[in-house]
């Protein structure tokens, strides 16, 4: 089982509303990366943090999305306002390392479904 | 730019047998990382294997293994001794050597293991 906690585990919005998911990281990793899998089974790597740090964003991540991972809380990842176009599986991965020999290991995602 | 790609979409195979997947991929780093993914029917991902790209030897853990084949650019999954539970949907994954990359992931081989 996961030891990377996610909630909720659904979340359905109707279009133009604030989507908000969170996430704990696995004891003792200090990197969560956040992902989007849609139906097709395509990932797209959304943003990443070494604790409260962005390390690395996309453009999309940018504009409508948002993430934080304050001291002492969950991380979470917010969008603004949803599209049809957000509806996938949001996964958040943690981390020891942000080097890229270091495994990531998932959660078990938020399933946002926008109407 | 980094590309995964994995041209088998579905691997039906009886219980206690070898299932052989294929990756391929594309960089222009000499340094990568590649893994393996498994995500089961209920959505969980979970971490398989690693081959780091300087590393000769292929990477074993249980009962999965490699075949790295630098020249090729190629990753192949042998699992042996199939299992009804490792049905599942299996995703190869590459990082570069780069800081605070995220994963590239390719778009995943369903493998049904029937008794």
């Known amino acids: 089982n996961s030891k990377v906690i996610q909630t909720p585990r659904y979340l359905v919005k109707g279009q133009g509303q604030k989507a908000k998911m969170r996430c704990i990281p696995e004891k003792g990793h200090p990197v969560v990366f956040w992902y989007q899998q849609n139906k097709n089974n395509e990932f797209k790597f959304l943003i990443n943090?070494?604790?409260?740090?962005?390390?690395?964003q996309i453009d999309m991540t940018e504009k409508r999305f948002s993430a934080e991972c304050p001291s002492n809380s969950p991380c979470s990842l917010e969008i603004q306002s949803s599209e049809a176009g957000d509806s996938a599986l949001y996964l958040c991965?943690?981390?020891?390392?942000?080097?890229?020999?270091?495994?990531?290991?998932f959660g078990p995602g938020t399933r946002l479904t926008v109407l | 730019a980094q590309k995964v790609t994995q041209t088998q979409t579905s691997i039906s195979v009886m219980e206690k047998t070898t299932v052989t997947m294929d990756c391929v991929y594309e960089t222009q780093d000499s340094s990568y990382f590649l893994f393996w993914y498994k995500q089961t029917a209920s959505g969980e991902i979970v971490f398989l294997i690693r081959?780091?790209?300087?590393?000769?030897e292929n990477a074993t853990v249980g009962h999965y293994s490699l075949n790295f084949q630098k020249p090729k650019s190629s990753i192949g999954l042998i699992i042996t001794a199939t299992q009804i539970e490792d049905s599942a949907v299996y995703f190869c994954?590459?990082?570069?050597?780069?800081?605070?990359?995220?994963?590239?992931f390719g778009l995943g081989t369903r493998v049904s293991v029937f008794p």
């Open positions: 994954a590459m990082r570069e050597g780069n800081y605070a990359q995220g994963l590239t």
């Open positions: 991965a943690s981390s020891l390392s942000p080097w890229g020999l270091y495994e990531q290991y």
């Open positions: 081959q780091d790209s300087y590393k000769k």
């Open positions: 943090f070494q604790n409260q740090e962005v390390l690395q």
